[in-house]
DNA sequence: AATCCCACCAACCGCCCATCG
DNA sequence: ACGATGGGCGGTTGGTGGGAT
């Protein structure tokens, strides 16, 4: 049995807005907010609309400083990069651009963007290379023998990618659901990497441990529970689970990592904390910013589209941290 | 002038998650 | 603890307008 609709759909008007509808519905936020309410906000109105609909002309067109009509170069870069780097979290990415609405960069994107990097080229193409970044940053920092590193499932050929400076190697010692081969060395646009090859076909659930060792010998233990996007690890007595209980808390951390990548969060070295914990993933020298439009091009041909996510275990909930 | 095709974008849909009772 | 509800999100659809044939 499906969910109770939210409004009666025989009696809400459906398609355009017209002038009077604007109006109304602008008026009556202006005057009372909304109340915390969308689903009543309507009959509150006087409109015959569903709440969402209404929230959707207020977000996207009707509230405040709204910027319409054509996207700078910077946004457009802006849009490449955190595109390349977590995927069509349209939410997100609107986020670093003021004024502008997630529904408009998605129509953006995928009407003029996507067409300017790729020229005409289908996109179906690259849609079956779909990839989850993780990013084992912080989590790395300070005691622990790892250099920061960052983690990359792709979901189309069942593989974890990390650069090659954080394993050593990789011991599937305790795997249950799935385990992993031996590390392949391999070169890419992100610096080498190792390849971990999954042998599960897909099941990304791992009950057991990974062990791998670092390039200095010690050993680490990293647990990825893919259904409910939780990682955990483990460094000798050093033990952290990296909870991602929700999406909404997700978005907010990637969000407020995203505006340190684009707006800076400089230290006195002109290196903000996020991209020197990122080198592993961004180079010695590069900020994300520096890609040039060829190597986006790479970066969201090889990285698209839907899936993508980071994990950056400083912002972990206190909850899901224990040692 | 009529038709077709395509680009654009506003709006809708269905799903997931958080919250609340 | 659990189900109902609402908010928010990404994906998709459909209407419209303009250019090509």
Redesign the pocket.
């Known amino acids: 049995m499906?969910?109770?609709?939210?409004c009666d759909?025989a009696n809400?008007?459906?398609?355009?807005?017209s002038p009077e509808e604007?109006a109304k519905l602008k008026d009556y936020i202006e005057e009372n907010g909304?109340?915390?309410?969308?689903?009543?906000?309507p009959q509150k109105a006087g409109l015959r609309?569903?709440?969402?609909?209404c929230?959707?002309?207020w977000?996207?067109?009707l509230r405040p400083n709204i910027k319409?009509?054509e996207f700078s170069d910077d946004e457009d870069r802006i849009i490449c990069t955190l595109f390349a780097s977590i995927?069509?979290?349209?939410?997100?990415?609107?986020?670093q651009l003021p004024g502008r609405?997630?529904?408009?960069i998605?129509?953006?994107w995928?009407?003029?963007l996507k067409?300017k990097l790729f020229g005409?080229a289908p996109q179906s193409e690259r849609k079956a290379q779909q990839i989850h970044h993780a990013t084992f940053s912080s989590l790395l920092q300070s005691s622990s023998p790892f250099p920061p590193s960052t983690v990359l499932y792709n979901c189309s050929n069942n593989t974890y990618q990390t650069p090659a400076t954080s394993f050593s190697c990789f011991e599937p010692s305790c795997l249950t659901a799935a385990s992993i081969l031996q590390p392949q060395p391999q070169e890419s646009l992100l610096g080498p990497i190792q390849q971990y090859q999954l042998q599960d076909n897909g099941v990304r659930m791992f009950g057991g441990e990974a062990s791998c060792s670092s390039s200095d010998g010690s050993c680490s233990n990293i647990q990825i529970s893919g259904k409910n996007?939780e990682l955990e690890y483990s460094n000798g007595d050093h033990h952290q689970q990296i909870g991602m209980?929700?999406?909404?808390?997700?978005?907010s951390e990637v969000a407020d990592e995203s505006q340190k990548l684009i707006m800076g969060d400089h230290g006195a070295d002109g290196w903000s904390d996020n991209q020197k914990s990122a080198n592993g993933l961004w180079g010695e020298t590069e900020t994300p910013l520096d890609y040039g439009i060829e190597e986006i091009k790479q970066l969201i041909s090889t990285t698209s589209?839907?899936?993508s996510f980071i994990f950056d275990e400083s912002k972990a909930d206190e909850k899901d941290v224990y040692y």
């Open positions: 499906g969910r109770a609709p939210c759909k809400v008007k459906k398609g355009p807005w604007d909304t109340g915390g309410n969308w689903i009543a906000l609309r569903c709440g969402k609909s929230r959707l002309r977000l996207n067109y319409h009509g995927g069509s979290r349209w939410s997100i990415i609107a986020a609405t997630d529904n408009d998605k129509n953006y995928n009407t003029k067409k005409r996007k209980h929700g999406y909404h808390n997700f978005y589209s839907c899936n």
